[in-house]
């Protein structure tokens, strides 16, 4: 079973950029959709993106398209958020998630495992 760790998360200002890293605990095989999602207290759990294993090819939800980049490091296992233009609404916690089955679509019950969450707080 593929564990997930997420790091990176803290409180930063407004316009501010953060990183967000999740390491799996085995090698992530090609078939797999890694994906980041966010909640945010009180509201249902929110597509953020993800990235296809084996060709790097990306989605985005509407709300992070062209602020947030998902992007792997295969020999790390490692999958990663950078945020850009960070906004008060960004204030959520974040989860990392593996999908081994390739399907996506961002949907939430497709993805199998499941990192703890990292929180990230954007103050204005």
């Known amino acids: 079973q593929v564990q997930l760790v997420e790091s990176g998360g803290g409180l930063v200002q407004a316009g501010d950029s953060l990183t967000l890293s999740c390491a799996a605990s085995?090698?992530?095989?090609?078939?797999?959709?890694m994906a980041w999602f966010r909640q945010a207290p009180g509201k249902d759990r929110e597509f953020v993106g993800d990235?296809?294993?084996?060709?790097?090819?990306?989605i985005y939800g509407d709300s992070v398209k062209g602020r947030f980049t998902i992007s792997r490091d295969s020999a790390k296992n490692t999958v990663y958020l950078q945020m850009n233009s960070l906004k008060p609404e960004d204030t959520a916690v974040y989860y990392c998630a593996a999908d081994p089955k390739g399907y996506g679509l961002g949907d939430e019950l497709w993805y199998d495992y499941w990192g703890q969450g990292t929180q990230v707080t954007v103050s204005s």
């Open positions: 085995e090698r992530i095989l090609s078939d797999y959709i």
């Open positions: 990235i296809r294993w084996n060709s790097g090819g990306t």
